[in-house]
Structure formats: structure tokens, C-alpha cells
């Protein structure tokens, strides 16, 4: 079974940085892409950025130019670089794969905390 584990959320002042981790546990053949949600207190979850398993990058508009993408295909692990955070920022963040096997499949993290402080 697929599980994947975050870490890196934490308070952090506007301006500020953090690097978000997640390893996904065992061997995951055919992905698709890898990839960040994020979900803030009575909104909707929303992409953040995703990468294919060829390495193509995917932005929301909000986080272009401050947040970095990044994967290492042989631990299947996948990172998140947020620098000049912004309160905006705040949300449970969440990795998620998308793999195809007999379908397209799809596996999330428990989420992190990410707290932006004005």
C-alpha cells in the first residue's frame, strides 16, 4: 500500500522560507506526476504546483517566481521550496501522486501545516 509522508510545514514570518518533503513509501511504477495542494479554512483545495515524472513543471499563478517544484525519481520524493512567503500562503499543504494502473490513480499525504505570520 502507498503511503506518503510530508514534513516541513512550521510558522514562519512573511518573507520567510520553507522547504516541504514528501516521501512516498515503497516502489511506485508508472506515475504520472507528483505534485503540492494546498487548502486553507473554508476554501476548496487547490494545485500548487505539479511535476510530471519527466520533469515539467506546473504553477498556479499565486506562487510563480516564489515556489520551486522539485523530485527525485529514484526515492520517490518530491519537494516544495517557498521563499518569500506571504500570509496568503497559510493552508494545509498536501502531496499528492497520480500514477496509471489499470486506471488512473491518485494518493495523498495527511497534509503539513504551513503558517504565514504578517
Known amino acids: 500500500q502507498v503511503q506518503l509522508v510530508e514534513s516541513g510545514g512550521g510558522l514562519v514570518q512573511a518573507g520567510g522560507s520553507l522547504r516541504l518533503s514528501c516521501a512516498a513509501s515503497?516502489?511506485?511504477?508508472?506515475?504520472?506526476?507528483m505534485g503540492w495542494y494546498r487548502q486553507a479554512p473554508g476554501k476548496q483545495r487547490d494545485m500548487v504546483a505539479t511535476?510530471?515524472?519527466?520533469?515539467?513543471?506546473n504553477y498556479a499563478d499565486s506562487v510563480k517566481g516564489r515556489f520551486t517544484i522539485s523530485q527525485d525519481n529514484i526515492k520517490n520524493t518530491v519537494y516544495l521550496q517557498m521563499d518569500s512567503l506571504k500570509p496568503e500562503d497559510t493552508a494545509v499543504y498536501y502531496c499528492?501522486?497520480?500514477?496509471?494502473?489499470?486506471?488512473?490513480?491518485?494518493?495523498w499525504g495527511q497534509g503539513t501545516q504551513v503558517t504565514v505570520s504578517s
Open positions: 511535476i510530471t515524472s519527466g520533469g515539467s513543471t
Open positions: 515503497g516502489s511506485i511504477p508508472n506515475i504520472i506526476d
Open positions: 499528492r501522486i497520480r500514477r496509471i494502473l489499470m486506471g488512473i490513480q491518485f494518493y
